[in-house]
């Protein structure tokens, strides 16, 4: 079994930065990559960032490769999700997952965290 928990969201102005967390514990090495996924009100959640368990390999949906990024802490299971230069679409409720597979489909992934809210706004 997997946990995952987020953290990290609140309310930004446009063009501001946020660093997302997700700490996952329990057996974290059955599985083989972490997601982000973004899900905007009234709309389909949506892969936007792979990290490998390992933290070694990640990859950013293309759309958002110039202000997203994903990394591990080496030292610890944390996963995070850096946006930069924060854009009103970027707000969504934002969830961690845990997969085996190197995949963008919310059925690869079958364990997910709560959700940490971000709002982008003047």
């Known amino acids: 079994h997997v946990h995952l928990e987020e953290s990290g969201g609140g309310s930004v102005q446009p063009g501001g930065s946020l660093r997302l967390s997700c700490v996952v514990s329990?057996?974290?090495?059955?599985?083989?990559?972490i997601g982000w996924f973004q899900q905007a009100s009234g709309k389909e959640r949506e892969a936007v960032a792979l990290?490998?368990?390992?933290?070694?390999?990640?990859h950013i949906s293309p759309s958002r490769e110039a202000r997203f990024t994903t990394s591990k802490d080496s030292a610890s299971d944390t996963f995070y999700l850096q946006i930069t230069n924060l854009k009103p679409e970027d707000t969504a409720m934002y969830f961690c997952?845990?997969?085996?597979?190197?995949?963008?489909?919310?059925?690869?992934?079958?364990?997910w965290g709560q959700g940490t809210q971000v709002v982008v706004s003047s």
């Open positions: 997952a845990a997969g085996k597979r190197f995949s963008r489909r919310l059925e690869d992934f079958d364990y």
């Open positions: 329990g057996d974290i090495y059955s599985r083989n990559y």
């Open positions: 990290c490998s368990t390992g933290g070694l390999h990640t």
